[in-house]
């Protein structure tokens, strides 16, 4: 053969052998039975997502971003709403109006999201709302129901009410009858409300209803027989009174300047009602404010049970309590008067017939001693709470200013010393009672 032919021979063996006996190995890479690739395929492009294609006014969003290779990038991605960065990925809506949402992830931007938002969207009815006036009653009060779409329309009168045994309520009104709790739900047209439930309880405890009379007096006061006159006729009217006379600067001074202080005295005679009501001068006239305080009940009752072995005095106290005054602070005043004390009494009014000396003139109630803090001592809160009953004994001597031990009394009273709860202001007395030694009390009930 021609060397010259040999040499173009062997070129295209060459040839042939780099083209088609390398292809199992390319240059830089193992061949295809090589399975150690692990790369993931690059990220080029993200989508978003949301939970709620026909979102309304007051529905929440949540957005979902999800990579080209499969992977969930929705914690690692930022949110936009119309171009202005949110904090998380869910998101509120709370007006009307045009929403652009994307979402932003390694530098890639996702496709958009758009919503509008109108009122139309709020007022689809999808479920309604059961709820009472109150959770709780006492028996023979009245439950009143209301049924309220999602829409904020009011269903009551188109909808059922159904108690928790079945039955069905007339209108939206249901009058309580025993103890226990009951259910109660709603429907209209095929939506069913949530479950209320009201508890019913016994009545209440309630109480008589006595007036405090705290008369500031003296014997050298010459219009303080107007006052005592007052007294007499108020006592000629009701039973509910209770009066305590507080004597200054005589015979029978007793120091009140805590309570002084406290109404802001500023001249004698003065007559306090349930401590803190000034009554209206003059006095004899006006003994209708005093008995107006008696009428209807009380929250809570006292009642006492005075003892005296020689020269000791037992004084037993209970006082219950009709409703929960555990918000209040309650404080307990208890007061050892004298009856029968005889002094000429100085007189400018027209009263007891006008005399400018009444010779001899009887003093009752007379303030001797307060066993307790003069604005109270404090009942604990904890015994204040509905049907309780808070029991106090107090063991002293007789007052050593005492004329005759067999003419004393105890008054006892609460007083609302922060204004809190029910009723009334600070320092004004809730209730009164008063009790002679070796008298048995109950409470009174009503």
């Known amino acids: 053969m021609n060397p010259k032919s040999n040499y173009f021979l062997n070129l295209f063996l060459a040839f042939l052998l780099l083209t088609f006996g390398c292809d199992n190995e390319p240059i830089g890479g193992a061949g295809p039975n090589n399975n150690d690739d692990t790369t993931d395929p690059v990220v080029t492009s993200i989508t978003i997502a949301a939970s709620s294609e026909e979102p309304s006014i007051n529905d929440t ?46 530098g890639l931007t996702s496709n958009e999201l758009s919503f509008t938002i109108t009122e139309n969207n709020s007022n689809e009815l999808i479920s309604i709302t059961l709820s009472s006036n109150l959770s709780s009653y006492y028996i023979n009060e009245v439950a009143t129901f209301i049924v309220v ?25 249901y009058t309580t009858t025993t103890e226990g709790s009951f259910t109660f739900t709603a429907n209209y047209d095929s939506f069913v409300s949530n479950q209320v439930q009201i508890d019913v309880l016994a009545p209440p405890a309630s109480f008589q209803k006595n007036v ?171 015994s204040t709470t509905a049907d309780n009953i808070f029991t106090q004994t107090i063991t002293t001597n007789v007052p050593s200013n005492v004329s005759n031990s067999d003419n004393l009394s105890v008054v006892a009273f609460v007083v609302n010393a922060s204004g809190n709860g029910t009723p009334g202001s600070s320092n004004q007395a809730i209730n009164v009672r008063s009790a002679h030694f070796g008298d048995t009390q109950t409470l009174q009930e009503l």
């Open 149 to 173: 779409g999602n829409d904020g329309i009011d269903y009551t009168d188109q909808a059922s009410i159904t108690m928790g045994d079945g039955s069905v309520l007339t209108d939206n009104t």
């Open 61 to 106: 969003i949540d957005f979902n971003v999800v990579a080209n290779n499969g992977n969930n990038v929705t914690l690692s991605s930022d949110f936009y709403l119309n171009g202005t960065l949110l904090t998380s990925n869910s998101y509120l809506f709370l007006t009307e109006g045009d929403y652009l949402f994307t979402a932003v992830y390694d």
């Open 212 to 382: 405090l009379i705290e008369d500031y007096t003296g014997t050298w006061c010459g219009y303080c027989p107007r006052v005592s006159y007052g007294i007499e006729l108020v006592k000629a009217e009701t039973d509910k009174a209770v009066v305590v006379a507080i004597h200054r600067q005589d015979e029978y001074n007793f120091n009140a300047q805590a309570l002084e202080s406290l109404i802001g005295l500023t001249g004698y005679p003065t007559a306090m009602l349930n401590r803190t009501i000034s009554w209206g001068y003059p006095e004899p006239n006006n003994i209708g404010q005093v008995i107006n305080l008696t009428n209807g009940a009380a929250d809570l009752g006292l009642s006492i049970n005075p003892t005296t072995d020689g020269n000791t005095m037992d004084i037993a106290i209970e006082v219950k309590f009709g409703i929960d005054y555990s918000l209040a602070e309650l404080a307990l005043v208890v007061y050892v008067l004298e009856d029968d004390l005889f002094s000429n009494q100085e007189n400018y009014t027209s009263y007891y017939g006008g005399a400018a000396v009444l010779t001899n003139f009887e003093h009752d109630h007379v303030l001797r001693a307060s066993l307790t803090d003069l604005l109270g001592d404090p009942i604990p809160q904890s």
